[in-house]
Protein backbone atom coordinates (compact mmCIF):
# COMPACT_ATOMS: atom_id res chain seq x y z
CA UNK A 1 0.00 0.00 0.00
CA UNK A 2 0.76 3.50 -0.87
CA UNK A 3 0.73 6.52 1.63
CA UNK A 4 1.05 9.97 1.11
CA UNK A 5 0.88 11.63 4.67
CA UNK A 6 1.50 15.53 4.00
CA UNK A 7 0.85 18.68 5.87
CA UNK A 8 -0.26 22.16 4.80
CA UNK A 9 1.72 24.73 6.36
CA UNK A 10 2.20 22.24 9.30
CA UNK A 11 5.46 19.86 9.44
CA UNK A 12 4.61 16.21 9.86
CA UNK A 13 7.23 14.35 11.50
CA UNK A 14 8.55 10.42 11.26
CA UNK A 15 6.77 9.39 13.98
CA UNK A 16 3.44 11.12 12.94
CA UNK A 17 4.29 9.38 9.82
CA UNK A 18 4.43 6.04 10.86
CA UNK A 19 1.55 5.93 13.46
CA UNK A 20 -0.66 6.80 10.16
CA UNK A 21 0.83 3.74 8.33
CA UNK A 22 0.57 1.31 11.26
CA UNK A 23 -3.04 2.76 12.13
CA UNK A 24 -4.19 2.76 8.47
CA UNK A 25 -2.73 -0.40 7.11
CA UNK A 26 -3.83 -2.36 10.24
CA UNK A 27 -7.77 -0.95 9.02
CA UNK A 28 -7.16 -1.75 5.54
CA UNK A 29 -5.62 -4.87 5.83
CA UNK A 30 -9.16 -6.21 7.54
CA UNK A 31 -11.61 -4.78 4.94
CA UNK A 32 -9.32 -4.70 1.59
CA UNK A 33 -6.77 -7.29 0.84
CA UNK A 34 -5.20 -5.86 -2.34
CA UNK A 35 -3.19 -3.12 -1.89
CA UNK A 36 -4.38 0.53 -2.20
CA UNK A 37 -3.58 3.97 -1.62
CA UNK A 38 -4.04 6.07 0.90
CA UNK A 39 -3.77 10.38 0.69
CA UNK A 40 -3.49 11.48 4.36
CA UNK A 41 -3.93 15.90 4.41
CA UNK A 42 -3.50 17.47 8.10
CA UNK A 43 -4.06 21.38 8.51
CA UNK A 44 -4.85 23.81 11.05
CA UNK A 45 -7.91 25.45 11.22
CA UNK A 46 -7.62 28.15 13.89
CA UNK A 47 -6.95 26.60 17.14
CA UNK A 48 -7.81 22.86 16.12
CA UNK A 49 -6.18 20.46 13.92
CA UNK A 50 -7.72 19.08 10.62
CA UNK A 51 -6.97 15.67 9.15
CA UNK A 52 -8.66 14.40 5.58
CA UNK A 53 -8.35 11.11 4.68
CA UNK A 54 -8.52 9.77 1.23
CA UNK A 55 -8.39 5.93 0.33
CA UNK A 56 -8.51 4.85 -3.09
CA UNK A 57 -9.56 1.06 -3.16
CA UNK A 58 -8.48 -1.49 -5.91
CA UNK A 59 -11.59 -1.99 -7.22
CA UNK A 60 -11.14 1.72 -8.28
CA UNK A 61 -14.01 2.76 -5.56
CA UNK A 62 -12.53 5.44 -2.80
CA UNK A 63 -13.01 5.73 0.96
CA UNK A 64 -13.21 9.99 2.23
CA UNK A 65 -13.52 10.90 5.87
CA UNK A 66 -12.34 14.08 7.68
CA UNK A 67 -11.63 14.73 11.85
CA UNK A 68 -11.09 17.66 13.87
CA UNK A 69 -9.54 17.73 16.76
CA UNK A 70 -6.98 20.24 19.09
CA UNK A 71 -3.77 16.96 19.59
CA UNK A 72 -2.96 16.10 16.10
CA UNK A 73 -2.46 12.51 17.04
CA UNK A 74 -6.37 12.00 18.34
CA UNK A 75 -7.39 14.32 15.24
CA UNK A 76 -6.24 11.43 13.20
CA UNK A 77 -7.34 8.44 15.39
CA UNK A 78 -11.27 9.89 14.86
CA UNK A 79 -10.14 9.87 11.08
CA UNK A 80 -9.39 6.71 11.09
CA UNK A 81 -12.08 5.38 13.08
CA UNK A 82 -14.57 6.83 10.25
CA UNK A 83 -12.63 4.89 7.82
CA UNK A 84 -12.99 1.70 9.87
CA UNK A 85 -16.38 2.62 10.18
CA UNK A 86 -16.79 3.10 6.41
CA UNK A 87 -14.85 0.03 5.45
CA UNK A 88 -16.72 -2.40 8.36
CA UNK A 89 -19.78 -1.07 6.87
CA UNK A 90 -19.45 -1.85 3.33
CA UNK A 91 -16.93 -5.45 3.82
CA UNK A 92 -19.40 -7.44 2.20
CA UNK A 93 -20.53 -5.08 -0.87
CA UNK A 94 -17.02 -4.41 -0.92
CA UNK A 95 -15.73 -8.12 -1.64
CA UNK A 96 -19.42 -8.83 -3.65
CA UNK A 97 -18.27 -6.23 -6.02
CA UNK A 98 -14.75 -7.41 -6.23
CA UNK A 99 -16.13 -10.71 -7.25
CA UNK A 100 -18.12 -9.76 -9.96
CA UNK A 101 -16.00 -6.55 -10.98
CA UNK A 102 -12.42 -8.27 -13.00
CA UNK A 103 -11.26 -4.68 -14.34
CA UNK A 104 -11.48 -1.48 -12.02
CA UNK A 105 -13.69 1.34 -12.15
CA UNK A 106 -13.51 2.66 -15.45
CA UNK A 107 -14.05 6.75 -15.35
CA UNK A 108 -14.72 9.73 -18.06
CA UNK A 109 -12.92 12.99 -17.92
CA UNK A 110 -15.39 16.15 -17.32
CA UNK A 111 -15.29 19.29 -16.47
CA UNK A 112 -16.56 21.24 -13.18
CA UNK A 113 -17.39 24.86 -12.89
CA UNK A 114 -17.84 26.56 -9.22
CA UNK A 115 -20.24 28.91 -9.92
CA UNK A 116 -20.47 32.69 -7.92
CA UNK A 117 -23.78 32.62 -5.62
CA UNK A 118 -25.68 35.83 -4.86
CA UNK A 119 -23.74 37.83 -2.10
CA UNK A 120 -26.99 39.02 -0.36
CA UNK A 121 -29.48 36.68 0.07
CA UNK A 122 -32.05 39.35 1.19
CA UNK A 123 -32.25 41.49 -1.71
CA UNK A 124 -35.40 41.10 -3.37
CA UNK A 125 -34.44 43.01 -6.95
CA UNK A 126 -33.32 40.64 -10.20
CA UNK A 127 -30.51 40.03 -10.93
CA UNK A 128 -28.92 42.04 -13.93
CA UNK A 129 -28.25 39.20 -15.76
CA UNK A 130 -29.65 35.38 -15.50
CA UNK A 131 -25.77 34.39 -16.65
CA UNK A 132 -23.70 32.53 -13.51
CA UNK A 133 -19.92 33.69 -13.12
CA UNK A 134 -17.52 31.37 -12.99
CA UNK A 135 -15.10 31.08 -10.51
CA UNK A 136 -13.14 28.34 -10.80
CA UNK A 137 -12.73 25.39 -13.23
CA UNK A 138 -11.18 22.15 -13.20
CA UNK A 139 -12.01 18.47 -14.05
CA UNK A 140 -13.61 15.52 -12.37
CA UNK A 141 -14.05 12.06 -13.17
CA UNK A 142 -17.41 9.92 -13.84
CA UNK A 143 -16.75 6.65 -12.59
CA UNK A 144 -19.08 3.95 -14.61
CA UNK A 145 -20.83 2.01 -12.06
CA UNK A 146 -23.74 -0.05 -11.07
CA UNK A 147 -26.74 2.22 -9.27
CA UNK A 148 -25.88 -0.28 -5.88
CA UNK A 149 -21.85 0.92 -6.25
CA UNK A 150 -23.14 4.35 -6.81
CA UNK A 151 -24.85 4.61 -3.90
CA UNK A 152 -21.81 2.84 -1.64
CA UNK A 153 -19.56 5.19 -3.19
CA UNK A 154 -21.81 8.52 -2.33
CA UNK A 155 -22.02 7.13 1.35
CA UNK A 156 -18.26 6.04 1.21
CA UNK A 157 -17.59 9.85 0.09
CA UNK A 158 -20.08 11.14 2.54
CA UNK A 159 -21.71 13.24 -0.58
CA UNK A 160 -25.29 14.58 -1.15
CA UNK A 161 -25.03 13.77 -4.76
CA UNK A 162 -23.17 11.80 -7.23
CA UNK A 163 -23.41 11.48 -10.93
CA UNK A 164 -22.14 8.48 -12.57
CA UNK A 165 -22.22 6.66 -15.92
CA UNK A 166 -24.80 3.53 -15.47
CA UNK A 167 -23.03 0.74 -16.71
CA UNK A 168 -26.14 -1.28 -17.95
CA UNK A 169 -27.19 1.25 -19.98
CA UNK A 170 -24.08 3.81 -20.70
CA UNK A 171 -26.35 6.73 -19.26
CA UNK A 172 -25.38 9.52 -17.32
CA UNK A 173 -27.49 9.16 -13.61
CA UNK A 174 -27.78 10.57 -10.40
CA UNK A 175 -28.45 9.41 -6.89
CA UNK A 176 -28.37 11.57 -4.18
CA UNK A 177 -30.00 11.91 -0.33
CA UNK A 178 -33.15 13.31 -0.02
CA UNK A 179 -34.66 14.58 2.99
CA UNK A 180 -36.64 12.32 4.00
CA UNK A 181 -33.57 9.63 4.55
CA UNK A 182 -33.86 7.70 1.41
CA UNK A 183 -32.10 7.72 -1.63
CA UNK A 184 -33.08 9.22 -4.81
CA UNK A 185 -32.18 7.89 -8.48
CA UNK A 186 -32.25 9.99 -11.35
CA UNK A 187 -32.29 7.51 -14.86
CA UNK A 188 -33.03 10.06 -17.86
CA UNK A 189 -32.98 6.41 -19.99
CA UNK A 190 -35.65 5.50 -18.38
CA UNK A 191 -37.84 8.14 -19.06
CA UNK A 192 -38.54 8.06 -22.54
Same mark, same amino acid.
Given at each position: ??????????????? =? @?? !???????? *????? +???? %?? &???????????????????????????????????????????????????????? =? @?? !???????? *????? +???? %?? &???????????????????????????????????????????????????????? =?????????????????????
Amino acid at each position: MRYQVSGIHIDIGDA =L @KE !HVETELGS *VVQKY +AGRP %IE &ANVVFSKDATEFVCETTLHLSTGLTAKASAHAFDIYECFDQCCEKIDKQMRRYKRR =L @KD !HHRDRENP *VESLM +ASAY %IL &AGSKDETEEHEPETLQPIIIAEMTTKIKSLSVGEAVMQMELDNALVLVFKNERNDG =LNVVYKREDGNIGWIDPTDGK
